[in-house]
């Protein structure tokens, strides 16, 4: 049976990586959250102060950083040159800066090239913003997961409760709703839904229904 490449984008806290982590893990594919690829180099350029509007910097810093997929539990680990990073780039400062570095061009080009490599030959789910439409074209299946921002918010608003952290609600739809404007109106590969991608809104589903409704659009295409 051929291993197929399996495409999930969408708006910033749509719910992708979890969703995307069981369809894989169901069809025994490799994961990649190209989303923590954006975000490991941001964190690194706070690191070492690189300013996130200097491009070759930014290009330079990348080339110098191995980016690294650990399969855990339930959640993947991320490694940036060995060293774990995993709760690190999900922190505040990194979420708040890394559309910035994702706008830049040579950043992009840099980070596709590593993101098609990982893909290979197939047997890939990689979620992020321009999977379906730079980074995988040819996917035999592409899915494009909205859901309102409100309950957007609401889920990550709980998420935070669970780990401790306060935010109030108004403050993360705001940062949402900024992501998803920056994020959809660079000039290099926006976000936005690829042509022969299925559309699927997740206000009011659960995890498992999302899932399902994948797993249908991945049944359809076999
Ligand atoms: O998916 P996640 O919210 O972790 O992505 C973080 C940021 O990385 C996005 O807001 C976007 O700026 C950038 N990104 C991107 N292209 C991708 C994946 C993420 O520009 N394929």
Redesign the pocket.
Known sequence: EKKMMIAI?GP??AG??TVAKIVAKDLGYVYC???????AL?YQALQQKVDPTDEPSLVKLLKEIDISFEPSDDTQKVFVNQKEVTEA??QPDV?NL??A???HSEV?KE?VKR?KEIAGQGGVVM?????GT??LPNAEVKIFLVASVEERAERRHKENQQKGIETSLETLKKEIAD??Y??SH?SA?P?TQAKDAVLVDTTSLDIPQVVQKIKEVIQEKT
């Open positions: 984008d910033a806290s992708k990586s959250d190209t989303g923590a690829m954006y975000r941001t780039i999900r979420t890394v559309s570095v994702a706008a992009r980070l993101q979620d992020g913003r321009d999977i730079a980074v992501r998803d920056k994020d660079r590969s976000l």
